[in-house]
């Protein structure tokens, strides 16, 4: 049974995860400081820390690694200049040096520390170095002991990335479920009717689903629109496109299921448009490729979309003087909103109905304009969920956006709070998933 439920938003708005464990971090490092009798300097641990706090963990690791090799190799560098280079200096009878020809040397020891990283293969801790060794060399050239302040910049900038990776990796336990499929609607995207998937959405459905969520997106629309509209975010299992007709994965590009016409009823279709001087596009499906027929293209909408979309390498528009009635997905057609309804009651009453199903929006159309597309009578969005459902082995189908029968449960989509709710129920805390309470 379909259970319908509502969400509302919470009408305050809470720091989140990011905020707080940055300021924990950073508690964390200056404890430590005041632990160490108040050697080093906190500012640089922290730094550290912030940089390590990232929604992702594969960034929290990878900025970790690149501020600790570069804190070292600019450090070492530091080390040279100060210890070898400008006490050379004054060995040989130099008691002071020019500021300027200092300077210039250490612009050109820069060079040749970025240089070092790129040798050392770690090109990415160019910047960190870098920072490092101009700190060191040009704030401490005078100390008595240099060597003290850089063994204290390496603890600080270990102990930073050490804080901001613990407080990055605790987490609540919480029980996971990974036998629910999570299907988001994104054709009131497309239509206007809700906003587009803001930053803060993409990047939590993006940790959710490496912390094994399983989610998705189903559309009216072809594989080419659901990717311009859903860019950003990760969609690693098959989506539902073309309003049911096919399931097509985005990663290795191939259509998995397609719910053709039948070549017969294809056949009568196009005999159909053709005798009622009708302008459309023929859609089909052929080895995993997207194949758009036309006979003519006359000046309207869809002379527009053809010059819009014709460009994309997820498109293939062919000109044909023969009518094509194989591998036939759907038809399309663009018209005026009372043309478009009247041939919907005319295609309903034809002999071949029964083996069709029409379908009738006002995306991306022009005032009063309305598209109609013609499938075939299996392809629906009910039948596909299902497949998709035993495809990814899961045992219910939560979805977000217009109803669905082929979902278990049905809620608005809410914009962020959808994510919420995603979280809520992929993730809710228990007790009993303590053992995801740490994982790096």
Known sequence: MLLHEKIHPHPLFLPGQRIIRTVLAAWLCMGIYYLRGKAGLPFFGVIAAMQCITPYAKTMR?????????TIVGGLWGALVLYVLYLEILLAGRHDIEEMVYLLMLGVCCGA????????????????????FLSIAMNHVTDEAPLVYIIDRLLDTVIGV????????????????????FVSGIDQILSGEAHRMSAYTKIELNRLVDDGLKFTVVSKESPAIIRECTEGVRLKYPVVAMDGAVMYDLNSRQYLYTEKMDDKVSEQVCAFLRQGDIHFFVNTIQDHLLVIYFRELREGRLKEIYLKRRLSPYRNYVHTDRDITENVVYYVMVGKRDEM??????????????????????????PDEWTLRIYSSGATREKMLQRLKEYMNCSSIVKFGRHENGADVFLPYTGDVMVKEVK???????????RNILHV
């Open 162 to 181: 050490a804080a901001g990776t613990l407080m990055n990796s605790l987490h609540f336990p919480r029980l996971k479920h990974p036998e629910i499929l």
């Open 113 to 132: 520390v970025i240089y070092s990283t790129v040798l050392l293969n770690i090109a990415d801790s160019a910047y960190f170095s870098a920072v490092v």
């Open 62 to 70: 990878e900025n970790g690694k690149k501020r600790i090799t570069g």
């Open 424 to 434: 809520r129920r992929y993730a809710p805390v228990d007790i009993r998933g303590w």
């Open 341 to 366: 309804e009247q041939l919907q009651e005319e295609i309903l009453k034809q002999p071949w109905a029964d083996g069709v199903r029409v379908g009738l929006d006002g995306y991306d159309c022009g």
